[in-house]
Every structure is written in C-alpha cells, then in structure tokens.
C-alpha cells in the first residue's frame, strides 16, 4: 500500500477502505508517513468528504493508536460529557458536582484552548495549586471519592488524534465533520465512559455555524458511540454570543461558583440543568428541573466542588473567597455609542479578544494570563442607553489591549428596535 495512491483515491472522490484508512492512521502515528503527505490527505478529505462508514474506521483506528482507561474497579454507569467548544463555556464546573451530587460517576478527560475557545483545563489552572495531570490510579481514586475528577488528556489516550489534530490547525482542515467527530469520539471512547453526553455548540462562537451541520455532526458521533455499545445524547446550544457574563479564565471560575450557589446567569444555569438531566438520564436516574435546582440549594454540589478542588491540590478557600484567584486590577469598560437594544454579541470576536489580552493562546507553546478576561454586563436584547458600561475588560501589561477593546466594542451590534432573548438549548437529540 502507498500512501501517494491513498491521497491520489481520496483527492479523485473515491470511497477508501477500512485498511487504507488503518493504514494512514497507524503510518502517521508512527513517523513512517510525512506531514506533506498526511497534509495533502487531510486537504483531501477536507474537500471530498468521508461517509458514514469511512468516519467511523477513522474513529476506531484513531482509538487503536492508543490505550483506552480501564475503569472496570470503579462501580455504577460511568458518564461522561463533552463540549464542542465555545467562548465563556465554563458548563463543565457546574454540571459535574451537580450530576455527581446524585451519585453518578464522571469521568473527566479535558483539553485547553483551542483558537478563540476557551479551555477547561487552563481555566482550572487559575485556581492556585490545582494539578490536572493525574495517574490513572490518582484520576479513578478522586472519581471514587468524590464522584468525579477532571484530568488533562494523558498523551497515551488516542495518540493518532493528538498528531493530527495538530497537523489540522496549521493546515487549515479543522471543519470537517468528519475529521471533528473522529477527533472527539476516539478520545472520549478511549477515555473508557459507558455513557456521553455531547454539548454541540452552534453559532458564531463555535466549528458549527448553523444548526443543520451541528445535528449531522451530532448524529454522526451518536451513531458511532452507539455502535461501540455504549450510550450517548447530544444537546444543541447556542454559541452566538457567549455564556454566560464572563470570559477568561479566572472569572469563569467565578461565574461556576455563583451558578452552584444558584445565582449564576439564566443562559448558563438552563444548558447546564438541562445537560445534568440528560446524563442522569442515560444513567437511569430520572430527575426534574425542580429535583436539580433543589440539590443546587441544598448546597451540596457546591461543597462537593470544594472538595474537588482540595483532592486535586487547589485551594478550596477560593470558592468563598474569590479575590483568592488570579484577577487583573487594570479594568477598562467599553461604553454604547447610542440608545437601543443590543441585537448582537459576536461569540468570535469576544473570544478573539481574550486570546489577545493573554488569556488563550495565540501559539501552541504561549502560556495563559489567568487574570485577564471580558465581563459582559450587557447581552442579546438588553436595553441600552449611550454611554452605559457593555463590558469591562480585564487586562495586563501581557495584553494587546488596543486591539482587544477595538474587537469587544464590534463584537456588540446595537438595533434601534427591541430584540427577542435567544434561545439557549436548542435541541437534544438521541
Ligand atoms: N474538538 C476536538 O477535540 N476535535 C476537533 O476536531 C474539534 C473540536
């Protein structure tokens, strides 16, 4: 088999076969097939697509490439949960110690920062002495103890993935539905969960830009998670806008904090009792909205977070004490120029505008300013008068401020006439 015959079928349209495709995975993972020509496969199947059987032999030869967790010694169903990334998503902090409130276990394998979406693992860094790279043996004890635990993705957990993934970002092959589903479903099967909810983000903040392409992605990883024999559901929510009201590291931790004491903002408090029941669900443990906002008041998920933090290393004094956390002083707000109702928050811009003042990266090997971040004081279809405060943006001397303050003020489009509230959760599906 060549790879030059492989690229030359895919690049004429053709239907590959489940070794050819073994062949590229398994090559590529091991350094026998160059970047060119991976590339030029990559750009290949970018164009000509891959059907429903070539996606899942990538999936399952992307999870060969590596070792799959054994968590056969932890007991019950085993959940897991996973965004397809968008900006101010910070859903993970408060549906774990929610879901794990009643007795489920998560699993919790995370990545960083990817392009202007945010991380949760760089986002958990910003508690002082949180550790996010566990031992499988450390990982499987905190999920025993506390119901779960969040670790950064071990390299030996779909290794193919890590490789191409990378290859993708600097060839620009990452919107393929295709190559997205294989990416996410090898690492969340090799990541060993019995059940996965999947959070499909839709909008200007997210891969997927409209509703259609983010249920063909959703029903392509359903259908391959399913054929794996195991169980998932995936939810559409709306990345037009942000989250919530902060992005950037340290003040999503916050705005996690306020939703477990029940006061976070609605958008964010909707998508995440709404993934908790889906994955209490799965679970077989059937709960209403009134069931998940009463265990939020009885304050026991925001003690379990406490306790979360402490297993992992971090200091839990920083869930009553947020000035604790790395927070910049050096505030600048950006102001309306007219009167009217905000029609638009572009999701892109507002994460664009993070990476620029230093909380994401711009380069793979740049580290993250905790301290720096957009507060959104005002959101789709509030009223605004010229001259009141639309955000507060957080920075240091790290940061391009300049040209962060200019991307915040565009990200805001403001209408003479009244604009309807979007929606959050747009869909659930499986
Ligand atoms: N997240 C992933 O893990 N992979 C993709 O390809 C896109 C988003």
């Known amino acids: 088999m060549r790879m030059y015959d492989i690229i030359k079928k895919k690049r004429d349209g053709e239907e590959l076969t489940t070794e050819?495709?073994?062949?590229?995975?398994?090559?590529?993972?091991?350094?026998?097939?160059?970047?060119?020509?991976?590339?030029?496969?990559?750009m290949a199947v970018y164009f000509r697509g891959m059907n429903e059987r070539e996606t899942y032999d990538l999936t399952i030869a992307m999870l060969?490439?590596?070792?799959?967790?054994?968590?056969?010694?932890?007991?019950?169903?085993?959940?897991?949960?996973?965004?397809?990334?968008?900006?101010?998503?910070?859903?993970?902090?408060?549906?774990?110690?929610?879901?794990?409130?009643?007795?489920?276990?998560?699993?919790k394998m995370s990545g960083r920062g990817l392009g202007h979406t945010g991380g949760t693992i760089d986002k958990l860094e910003s508690i002082p002495g949180m550790k996010t790279s566990l031992t499988r043996d450390e990982f499987i004890r905190i999920v025993d103890e506390i119901g779960f635990?969040?670790?950064?993705?071990?390299?030996?957990?779909?290794?193919?993935?890590?490789?191409?993934?990378?290859?993708?970002?600097?060839?620009?092959?990452?919107?393929?539905?295709?190559l997205i589903a294989s990416s996410i479903v090898s690492k969340k099967l090799a990541a060993g969960a019995d059940a996965i909810v999947f959070d499909v983000k839709v909008g200007s903040g997210a891969f997927m830009k409209n509703v259609d392409q983010a249920r063909r992605l959703a029903l392509l990883m359903l259908d391959i998670v399913k054929r794996n024999g195991r169980k998932a559901r995936a939810v559409l929510s709306n990345m037009d806008q942000p989250l919530g009201r902060m992005v950037g590291n340290s003040l999503e931790v916050i705005e996690a904090v306020e939703c477990l004491r029940g006061e976070g903002p609605e958008d964010v408090m909707q998508l995440s009792f709404t993934l908790v029941k889906e994955m209490l669900d799965l679970a077989g443990v059937r709960v209403n909205l009134n069931d998940i906002e009463s265990m939020v008041r009885s304050h026991e998920p925001l003690n379990r977070f406490k306790k979360f933090i402490e297993r992992q290393g971090g200091d839990p004094s920083v869930v009553d004490d947020p000035s604790r956390l790395p927070i910049s002083r050096d505030i600048v707000e950006v102001r309306a120029d007219r009167d009217g109702y905000v029609a638009r928050l572009d999701a892109e811009a507002i994460g664009r505008a993070c990476v620029l003042l230093g909380g994401g990266r711009s380069k793979k090997e740049d580290s993250i300013d905790h301290s720096v971040g957009i507060e959104l004081l005002k959101k789709v279809s509030d009223h605004v008068k010229a001259g009141d405060v639309l955000a507060k943006v957080y920075h240091s001397k790290r940061s391009d401020l300049n040209s962060a303050l200019s991307l915040v003020q565009s990200a805001y489009v403001i209408f003479e006439h009244p604009v309807e509230s979007p929606p959050t959760v747009l869909e659930v599906i499986g």
Do not use: C, W
């Open 149 to 178: 635990a969040v670790a950064s993705q071990t390299e030996n957990l779909a290794p193919a993935d890590k490789k191409i993934y990378a290859l993708r970002d600097a060839t620009a092959t990452v919107e393929n539905l295709s």
């Open 20 to 42: 050819e495709i073994r062949f590229v995975v398994h090559g590529y993972t091991r350094g026998e097939i160059p970047d060119y020509q991976m590339a030029a496969f990559l």
């Open 64 to 107: 060969e490439s590596g070792e799959r967790l054994d968590l056969s010694s932890l007991k019950g169903v085993k959940l897991d949960k996973h965004s397809s990334g968008g900006v101010g998503d910070k859903i993970t902090f408060v549906v774990l110690p929610i879901a794990a409130s009643f007795g489920v276990k998560i699993i």
